[in-house]
């Protein structure tokens, strides 16, 4: 099975692919349809390791919006957003690319149902715990 170091370099592989404008970006040197095509397979090999590893769903939507198919990537948001109920930001992350997919696809009020549920996943978060969790890691830290 990959490691989820393994799982955020192909991560962090899709977004360099998709390129931000600034420098040389990944799609210089690959194809993409090449890139997002064996990104896909990867994905896919992980879901069969692990039918419940969410961020191969995400990863794997990631890789279909790159190969325009559609249909696909909002399969696998879905799965993710029913998978995810326990992750709230996932979550909200998942209906999020659903809705890019379904404005890429001119399915605007289902594009609008999802931001509303990804905005109202993240308007129910506690965000207290997470500053909570961060103040004790960042003092763990600072005593070593």
């Given at each position: 099975?990959?490691?989820?170091y393994?799982?955020?370099?192909y991560?962090?592989y899709l977004?360099?692919?998709?390129?931000?404008?600034?420098?040389?970006?990944?799609?210089?040197?690959?194809?993409?349809?090449?890139?997002?095509?064996?990104?896909?397979?990867?994905?896919?090999?992980?879901?069969g390791?692990?039918?419940?590893?969410i961020?191969?769903?995400?990863?794997?939507?990631?890789?279909?919006?790159?190969?325009?198919?559609?249909?696909?990537a909002?399969?696998?948001?879905?799965?993710a957003?029913?998978?995810?109920?326990?992750?709230?930001?996932?979550?909200?992350?998942a209906?999020?690319?659903?809705a890019e997919?379904?404005?890429v696809?001119?399915?605007?009020?289902?594009a609008?149902?999802?931001?509303?549920?990804?905005q109202?996943?993240?308007?129910?978060?506690?965000w207290?715990?997470?500053?909570?969790?961060?103040?004790?890691?960042?003092?763990?830290?600072?005593?070593k």
């Amino acid at each position: 099975m990959y490691s989820s170091y393994q799982w955020s370099f192909y991560g962090l592989y899709l977004k360099a692919a998709k390129g931000n404008g600034e420098g040389r970006t990944w799609s210089e040197v690959f194809d993409r349809a090449e890139l997002y095509g064996s990104c896909s397979i990867l994905f896919t090999e992980a879901i069969g390791l692990d039918p419940e590893n969410i961020s191969a769903y995400m990863g794997r939507a990631e890789a279909y919006v790159g190969l325009k198919q559609y249909d696909d990537a909002k399969t696998d948001y879905t799965t993710a957003i029913e998978k995810a109920v326990e992750q709230p930001h996932t979550r909200a992350e998942a209906y999020v690319g659903r809705a890019e997919v379904n404005e890429v696809t001119n399915a605007n009020e289902a594009a609008l149902s999802d931001y509303e549920s990804a905005q109202n996943i993240l308007d129910s978060i506690d965000w207290s715990k997470f500053k909570e969790i961060t103040e004790q890691m960042l003092k763990a830290l600072q005593e070593k």
